[in-house]
């Protein structure tokens, strides 16, 4: 089920989740396969956190990986992906669900990794899920800043 904060932005913007048999889109990969499109298209939301104790999302392309260094220079500090616990109690998601939509007080980036596809799919709260949109409609819907530190 998609989270109702999820749910009212999706219908507030015009989007339509696409959804599943439970525990079927908790990876890029899979979430590609069960869609029908690129791993490259699936934009995966990945949160860190610093030794300060700040966090930031990061969305990119399913077929990327964070660059530590990069990373480190965005934030301004050393930055390790969270557990599962952290990302639920700062995001209200788990993991394999995590989603930009609804995400307050933490500071999301989306990467450029993503601008390769005219259309991505980012999770909507859970693992079952995808929501067919493009960079320049996730980028204006979450306030996102820009980034690039893929590799």
Known sequence: MIPDKVKRILDANGLV?????????????TAAAKIGVEVGQIAKS???KGSSGRAALVICAG???????????LCGEKMSMTDA??????????????????????PIYLDE???????????????????????????????????????
Not at 90 to 105: A, I, M, N, S, Y
Not at 113 to 136: C, E, H, M, Q
Request: with cysteine; net charge neutral; aromatic share 10%.
């Open 113 to 151: 990794s993503l601008k390769a596809w005219d259309r991505i799919f980012p999770a909507a709260g859970n693992n079952s899920t995808g929501v067919p949109t493009t960079y320049k409609q996730l980028l204006a819907i979450t306030g996102a800043g820009t980034c690039e530190v893929t590799v």
């Open 46 to 48: 990945l949160l860190f």
């Open 85 to 106: 616990d952290e990302t639920f109690a700062l995001t209200g998601f788990r993991p394999g669900g995590v989603c930009p939509f609804g995400v307050e007080r933490i």
């Open 17 to 29: 989740a696409l959804e599943f048999e439970e525990g079927s889109t908790p990876t890029a990969e």
């Open 63 to 73: 077929d990327k990986k964070v660059s530590s260094g990069k990373l480190k220079r």
